[in-house]
């Protein structure tokens, strides 16, 4: 089975804690989100994923850059403006 937890910059640490530790044996687990983009004050459940998992056994992580923005040209520049 796959698990997609999308938009996980809105979960809680406890949520996410919850999230991955319910996943089934053979099963895979797709997190995605951007911790910029976070409804949530401090760090969210997406933020402490990133900072506890690295180097476990099975967890792997990819981060995307501005030049994986694909949805528009204008959408590029929009965030090129917020980043200034």
């Known amino acids: ?3 997609i937890l999308d938009e996980a ?3 809680t640490k406890g949520q996410m ?3 991955l530790t319910r996943v089934g044996q053979n099963s895979k687990v797709l997190v995605t989100g951007d911790v910029d983009q976070s409804d949530i ?3 969210n459940g ?3 994923a990133l900072n506890r998992l690295p180097g476990v056994k099975g967890v792997f992580t990819h ?3 501005r030049k994986d923005c694909v949805r528009s040209g204008i959408c590029g520049r929009v965030l090129d403006a ?3």
């Open 9 to 11: 910059q809105n979960t």
């Open 82 to 84: 917020y980043d200034e």
């Open 63 to 65: 981060e995307f850059t």
């Open 1 to 3: 089975a796959w698990v």
């Open 17 to 19: 804690k919850a999230t």
């Open 41 to 43: 004050r401090g760090v």
């Open 46 to 48: 997406l933020q402490d």
